[in-house]
């Protein structure tokens, strides 16, 4: 199953940082219930899924994430405001959450996955990724923001990567210390404003040939 090469770079093309959203459009349930999807399906090391993605519609939450957002408008006047974080300090009972989930999905025994739950805990938890493994968890979720931003152009929905944020104070709005979750990056998601003028900006990116370099 595919779609065509062209669909797929003129998607690419058309999306954007938007900086101007707005606030009058909403996605529609049907399509937000795919990039929801899109978040589920991404792929992560090991598929652990180190992650919880906390989709902001509410506009009280959002006024109060603006401030520590450096202000910036794409928080409030978006359509769906989507904020990464990572589950801090893997162990493994997070593991074995894994294992079990995969057993039911797969119709297996979780004693036939013990091999695979000993690899990951003496990688994750016990290993020297250990020491590191909330940079590690960080990783894994820029793999699911990437995911997210081609799948919302794909379906013709804006979007706006924001690292722009003061982590920390989006913890404390979020009450995310007590549950054993930290943010990591965040990403505005809805439609465009008319008059954004870097929507008809051209894209500047260096030539082909100085970043990518095919070894044959």
């Known amino acids: 199953m595919s779609i065509g090469t062209s669909q797929l770079l003129e998607s690419l ?36 899924q180190p992650w919880k ?16 957002s450096w202000n910036q408008s794409q928080v409030t006047d978006c ?9 801090k300090n893997l162990t493994t009972d997070h593991v074995d959450s894994f294992i079990k989930r995969t057993a039911e ?31 590690w968890a960080t990783r894994q979720v820029y793999i699911a923001l990437g995911n997210f931003m081609t799948a919302a152009a794909l379906v013709g929905v804006d979007t706006c990567p924001m690292e722009g944020i003061e982590p920390a104070n989006y913890d404390k709005v979020l009450e995310l210390p007590t549950k054993g979750y930290a943010t990591v990056v965040a990403c505005a998601a809805g439609y465009r404003a008319s008059d954004d003028k870097y929507a008809e900006l051209a894209k500047v990116r260096f030539p082909i040939s100085d970043v990518i370099e095919t070894l044959a």
């Open 105 to 135: 999905v797969r119709g297996v025994a979780p004693e036939s996955l013990s091999g695979y739950r000993n690899i990951i805990v003496s990688d994750v938890v016990n290993g020297p990724r250990s020491l590191t493994v909330n940079e």
């Open 13 to 48: 093309k058309w999306r954007y940082a938007t900086k101007k959203f707005d606030p009058n459009q909403v996605i529609p349930e049907s399509k937000w219930e795919a990039l929801s999807e899109s978040l589920l399906l991404t792929p992560s090391s090991y598929g652990l």
């Open 53 to 68: 993605f906390l989709v902001i519609t509410n506009p009280e939450i959002k006024a109060q994430l603006k401030p520590v």
């Open 79 to 87: 359509s769906h405001f989507v904020v990464f974080t990572i589950k």
